[in-house]
């Protein structure tokens, strides 16, 4: 595998000419088969509540464990220190998401159900296969995603409360970041899977596509060689996430879709180059920087937006 130093383009997207037998297997079946994996576990017990988590787990200790063994650029791997400082962070993000997620639940589920009755929104595909639903409730979902995630990144007042920054602000980039995010988003990212979900009274496919977004959340995030040209046309792939993270304001202007990029390739903000730099600017702000972030931009942040670049 080739070594990488700081200031070179790399691309996640190509294999290496010396790429070995482990990272080829890698680069061209990993993220069909666990998707394969997890829809088929799936659909075999579509309610076992445990899958969220055994799903969570199990992807992020096989990505973590390549990540380790046959990484995309080598210095963007952890030391032992600091991966634990972001398993605590992703860890303190899968509980408060887990809390977000409850109180919408308790609230939306009667006023969401009103509304439904009253603009004859009782429209689910019920009848059809588990899988096809879940991929409707997925690319739905992340429909409304798409465009909260521009909002973020193109209005000052949503980028600051939403704390996205501080997703944005790590300088390596692994499976684990996906949950990295300031607490405050959690509420801003459950929400579009359960608008669809109690908006339209789907059921039990919701949970099917909730494990789907765990999968892609975490491969989009991962530090290894991935396929794109085939499976990156509807869904997104690392190579167009790592691009979204770019320290370069242009090119994070670009492909927020973090689990699919079809509306990134419908409403024309797909990007496809290889990436120098992650983070939001020279430094990676500290853990307290990052807190403030709703309050406080860092010093030296260039990707954040401003009032005249707002649009
Ligand atoms: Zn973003």
Redesign the pocket.
């Known amino acids: 595998m080739t070594e990488l130093g700081e200031s070179t383009a790399v691309s996640v997207r190509d294999l290496p000419a010396d790429a070995s037998i482990p990272t080829r297997v890698v680069f061209w079946v990993l993220q069909p088969a666990l998707w394969l994996a997890v829809l088929a576990a799936w659909v075999m017990d579509p309610e076992n509540p445990a899958l969220f988590g055994l799903t969570f787990l199990g992807v992020h200790s096989v990505l973590g464990a390549l990540e380790y063994r046959i990484p995309a650029r080598r210095h963007w791997r952890h030391p032992m220190a600091e991966k634990i400082a972001v398993i605590g962070i992703a860890i303190v993000t899968f509980m408060v998401g887990g809390a977000a997620a409850g109180l919408y639940e308790t609230y939306l589920t009667a006023p969401l159900d009103t509304l439904r009755m009253s603009l004859g929104l009782d429209l689910w595909p019920h009848h059809w296969p588990l899988i096809p639903q879940a991929l409707l409730v997925f690319f739905s979902s992340e429909l409304i995603w798409y465009w909260m995630?521009r909002a973020?990144?193109r209005w000052v007042p949503v980028w600051r409360l939403s704390g996205?920054g501080a997703?944005?602000a790590f300088k390596k980039l692994n499976a684990i970041n996906a949950g990295a995010n300031h607490p405050i988003e959690l509420f801003l990212i459950v929400l579009p899977s359960i608008l669809v979900d109690l908006l339209f009274g789907v059921g039990v496919a919701a949970y099917g596509a909730a494990l789907l977004t765990v999968v892609q959340t975490a491969v989009v995030h991962s530090n290894l060689h991935l396929n794109a040209s085939g499976v990156g046309w509807l869904f997104t792939t690392n190579a167009w996430h790592i691009r979204?993270h770019s320290a370069d304001l242009a090119e994070s202007n670009t492909n927020?879709g973090c689990a699919v990029i079809v509306w990134d390739r419908v409403f024309g903000t797909f990007g496809d180059s290889p990436v120098i730099e992650v983070g939001v600017g020279p430094r990676e702000p500290t853990t307290l920087e990052k807190l403030l972030m709703p309050i406080r931009e860092p010093a030296g942040g260039v990707i954040a937006p401003t009032r005249r670049s707002s649009r």
């Open positions: 995630h973020e990144h996205h997703h944005h979204h927020y």
